[in-house]
């Protein structure tokens, strides 16, 4: 089972960015799909999960508003769209499959992880 994530880069401040995962090897039905990030000498935190309909979307504060999290099924596929980035959200941004149905922001949920995929904002 692989989840390879895409989409990172550099951007300015207020700048936007589409990060993808792309998972293989299996198909998550009712799992539910999550990304996290780790900054530098931080702890990794999550950022926003999505239930396997779509229909719950869970977001921690700071990203309310400004990430949106989906996923198209069919191509097993789940993105974050960051919009109004900031240098704080620089970070390695991690995606997860839980066994759930329903998103959780703990990372014992998870059960399957990316490798990350960079994100840097500059002021």
């Known amino acids: 089972v692989q989840l390879v994530e895409s989409g990172g880069g550099l951007v300015q401040a207020g700048g936007s960015l589409r990060l993808s995962c792309v998972a293989s090897?299996?198909?998550?039905?009712?799992?539910?799909l999550g990304w996290f990030r780790q900054a530098p000498g931080k702890e990794r935190e999550f950022v926003a999960g999505?239930?396997?309909?779509?229909?719950?979307?869970y977001y921690t504060d700071s990203e309310k508003g400004r990430f949106s999290i989906s996923r198209d099924n069919a191509k097993n596929t789940v993105y974050l769209q960051m919009a109004s980035l900031k240098p704080e959200d620089t970070a390695v941004y991690y995606c997860?499959?839980?066994?759930?149905?329903?998103?959780?922001?703990?990372?014992?949920?998870?059960?399957?992880w990316g490798e990350g995929t960079q994100v840097t904002v500059s002021s």
């Open positions: 090897g299996r198909t998550f039905d009712y799992w539910a």
């Open positions: 997860a499959a839980d066994p759930s149905n329903y998103p959780s922001d703990k990372e014992g949920s998870y059960d399957y």
């Open positions: 999505i239930s396997w309909s779509g229909a719950t979307r």
